[in-house]
């Protein structure tokens, strides 16, 4: 049965609240959560709403479609985009994305959430909620992926961490090319309590998805899956879905909440002004406290928020967000290798406005977790990143702990127990072909413990290590050849099958992903 009902024009506008019936609100306990206006409703309904504040809900629909959007001069551009409709919850929690990426979600900490996805493509396909800490029912397993003309409804509460997250397919061994034709978007979780910082809100708040793409002469994508080793890479780099992105800002601090949404692209961000890169968020949210790097790794999976001061400058002047040149390893074939310099985004500043806001010196508390607190304090897991040569219709592959992707199967050693904290040990050892790996655990944050550098060679390594920021929660850490990485992670209280796996799309669907049982 055929749940799809996109508009005919494309533009697929949210719902208009205000024009569903007030019943409909009432029955849906919207009111009180929408701060809807609630003229004509009696006094002691009014204040029964107003006294018993429900948490938040969101609804919303999201139609995986195959559509064209204007990329480059000339022929449209054909893409695999989410169309939507907000159907229930706050207006302008569900907003449209950029370009082709699909709407951005916006709810505070604890909304409830009810999406119902379904299916327009040739494929199977199923939604994954990237750092979002959601029951493994809700959490988009490749094996709940529905056939084409399905639906899948998911159900969950929005958990305890602002942050910038991501959805994006999560399809068996189709993950790589959903994504990459279009088929991701930002899921950003807002805490009352981070206005009291004072940091850049409303338009001086932009998120910056980061991807790369190739187009053929006629404007239209080109996936060419260079097999397993190096993973999609495109020469043209877009910004929010957009070709040479430039942003028209005026001349105060901005917050920038950069997604690498790239399949396999790993970005060396710095300022074409040579000003150092302040953090103030990872994946998880807002840092302790502020750090600075002179440029930032971002990898494939990660995001990263910016603080970024522009009060100095004048208007006409402009500032260029750069990739700089980094030692990759296995650099690809393409045009432009992972490691190549280029320009990602322009910020012109074109008005002046008055802003006496101050970065805080610290910014969200963060209580550290101990390794002797770690129930395998001494044993770590290990997880060892490598490529194997010796299992049929994968020769060679990049596995972790020699196997690779199995759907319906978990590893006795990758069952967990719910809620306990153990330490993990990620290593990526230089043997015969080998390549930065940003491994990312479904299920929960993580602490990163150490990053030790065992036989990468100093030349590479120099090009790259003032660039990590370990700091805060992660869900998504960047491991490079001849290192050794340390994490430690509270497992999800939820129980059930989540992943783990590179967040280089290609690794990903080739094979270097395991299931793990949470108990
Ligand atoms: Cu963003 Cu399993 O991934
Ligand atoms: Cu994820
Ligand atoms: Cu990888």
């Not at 709403?49 to 990329?71: I, T, W």
């Not at 379904?118 to 199923?126: F, P, Q, T, V």
């Not at 029951?135 to 509460?157: K, L, M, N």
Request: with cysteine; net charge neutral.
């Amino acid at each position: 049965m055929s749940t799809l009902q996109n508009s005919p024009d494309g533009t697929h506008a949210p719902a208009n609240l205000m024009s569903m019936s007030r019943r409909t609100l009432l029955a849906q306990g919207l009111v009180a959560a929408a701060g809807v206006a609630v003229a004509g409703v009696s006094d002691p309904m009014r204040r029964a709403l107003a006294g018993a504040p429900k948490a938040p809900r969101v609804a919303f629909d999201l139609d995986a479609v195959s559509d064209y959007v204007q990329l480059r001069p000339g022929a449209q551009t054909g893409v695999w985009r989410y169309a939507f409709r907000q159907t229930a919850g706050a207006a302008g929690t569900v907003m449209p994305g950029p370009s082709y990426l699909g709407p951005t979600i916006n709810v505070p900490l604890g909304t409830s959430v009810r999406c119902k996805m379904s299916n327009g493509l040739a494929a199977k396909h199923i939604i994954h909620w990237h750092g979002l800490e959601v029951p493994a029912e809700a959490d988009g397993h490749p094996a709940d992926a529905v056939d084409p003309g399905r639906s899948f409804i998911y159900d969950f509460p929005v958990p305890s961490r602002a942050g910038t997250y991501w959805y994006h397919p999560h399809t068996d061994m189709l993950t790589g090319v959903q994504a990459y034709m279009g088929l991701a978007g930002l899921f950003i979780v807002t805490d009352p309590k981070e206005r009291e910082l004072g940091l850049p809100a409303g338009d001086r708040d932009l998120p910056l998805v980061l991807q790369d793409r190739k187009f053929d002469a006629n404007n239209q994508l080109i996936f060419a899956d260079p097999g397993n080793t190096v993973g999609m890479l495109g020469d043209t780099i877009l910004t929010n879905g957009t070709v040479n992105a430039s942003f028209n800002v005026a001349n105060v601090s901005h917050r920038l909440r950069v997604l690498n949404g790239s399949n396999a692209r790993i970005y060396k961000l710095a300022w074409s002004d040579g000003s150092p890169i302040t953090v103030i968020g990872s994946d998880g949210g807002l840092l302790p406290a502020p750090v600075t790097r002179p440029y930032l790794m971002v990898a494939p999976g990660e995001r990263y928020e910016l603080y970024v001061d522009w009060r100095s400058k004048q208007v006409g002047q402009s500032v260029t967000l750069q990739s700089l040149a980094f030692q990759a390893v296995i650099p690809g074939q393409t045009t432009l290798v992972n490691g190549a310099a280029f320009s990602v985004c322009q910020f012109n500043i074109v008005r002046a406005e008055v802003d006496t806001s101050v970065l805080p010196s610290s910014l969200r508390p963060m209580t550290l977790y101990r390794l002797q607190d770690a129930r395998n304090a001494t044993t770590p897991r290990t997880v060892t990143l490598g490529y194997v040569t010796n299992i049929p219709n994968c020769a060679p592959c990049w596995a972790i702990n020699g196997s690779i992707y199995s759907m319906n199967s978990v590893r006795p050693q990758d069952v967990v127990p719910a809620g306990q904290l153990e330490v993990i040990e990620i290593t990526n050892p230089i043997l015969g072909p080998a390549m930065p790996h940003p491994m990312h655990w479904h299920g929960a944050h993580f602490q990163i413990l150490s990053r030790e550098r065992l036989t990468t060679p100093t030349s590479t390594y120099n090009t790259v290590n003032q660039g990590f920021c370990d700091a805060g929660w992660k869900d998504t850490v960047l491991i490079y050849p001849g290192e050794r990485i340390r994490i430690l992670m509270k497992w999800t209280k939820h129980t059930g099958v989540y992943l783990y796996h590179c967040h280089n799309l290609e690794h990903e669907d080739h094979g270097m992903m395991l299931n793990y049982r949470v108990v």
